[in-house]
């Protein structure tokens, strides 16, 4: 039996292909939540209550924490996530599963070089400290733990990214679209099913626990390309793609917190901003999907919700 937490794209990838290999999953969400499936239990929990998980955790092979904070906010952030990965990891502890996470590339402290599993992660401040400090308590923990880099997400479910509704919706409908920083900078993005691939094949394998792998990933593109990829997908014609530049973009958070978000990981879209998944294809036996396929099904996911 395994556990999931949380049923946003990464949960809810995670618990179908779980299924979908036979293996009984329960779903942790706190509306009960998830996937149609009959191998598929899904409970109403609030998993930073510790009281709550014990017995749904118990006989459990391994957990998949994937819930993410109510606001894409350092302080949302800071206040949620460490409280329930504490619980999270004591509860997982306790009935012997190992626990494994998604993670992102921003305590990527040297992110303007290719990023792999043994470059340094010590970014400080703001969202890129939380998630720095994160990944420090996870290693810091008794209990086995596995965390699988992700860069930003595109695929089926996947709204709220910059590869995600802002992008896809336009350009399939042969509309111009705009983007943050710069529109020609190579920029590593990971499709969803690719990375719920990783964390399983992560869960199965022992002598891959306590240590940071990357979900497999394609060649990095530029926003630019990925428009073009999903316009292909979709039959139609060549995305008009525009960016807002750095400067208007800082000029908009004396208004807009949610836009002083934004700016705080600006540099990821002005600069080359890569990672490397090599080692961990080989160590996991995951392959990234191909490009064409993975746009195919992303578009093909929006046109189902269009109707």
Known sequence: ??????????????????????????????????????LIEKRAVDVSDAAQLGGL?????????????SRYSAKAWAAELPGAEQAVLAAAG???AVVVFPESLYSYSEPDRPMTEEGPREAQGGKRGVRTALL???????????????????????????????????????????????????????YVPDLAAAMIA????PNTWN????????????????AGAFARAAGARAPRVSAIPGWALKAMTVFSPDMREIAETLY??????????????????VAPTPLTDAAAATVAWWGDQAR
């Not at 990838?13 to 509306?31: K, N």
């Not at 940071?212 to 990933?217: E, R």
């Not at 490397?276 to 036996?285: E, F, K, P, R, W």
């Open 202 to 205: 992560a869960a199965d394998k």
């Open 1 to 38: 039996m395994f556990v999931v937490t949380g049923a946003g794209p990464v949960g809810w990838t995670v618990a179908e292909q779980l299924a979908a290999a036979g293996r009984r999953v329960r779903v942790l969400t706190r509306s009960g939540s998830g996937p149609e499936h009959p």
């Open 136 to 190: 420090k308590a996870r290693a810091a923990s008794a209990t086995d733990t596995v965390s699988v880099v992700a860069g930003d997400f595109f695929g089926p479910r996947v709204r709220m990214s910059h590869a995600g509704e802002r992008m896809v919706r336009p350009v399939t409908a042969g509309k111009p679209m705009q983007v943050v920083g710069r529109a020609d900078q190579p920029h590593s993005f990971t």
């Open 57 to 69: 955790f118990r006989g459990a092979t391994a957990v998949f924490h994937c819930i993410h904070g």
């Open 211 to 226: 240590r940071v792998w990357h979900a497999p990933t394609g060649p990095a593109l530029t926003q630019r390309e990925l």
């Open 268 to 285: 990821q879209f002005e600069r080359p901003f890569v990672m490397d998944s090599t080692a961990s294809q080989s160590a996991l036996g």
């Open 94 to 96: 306790e009935a012997g």
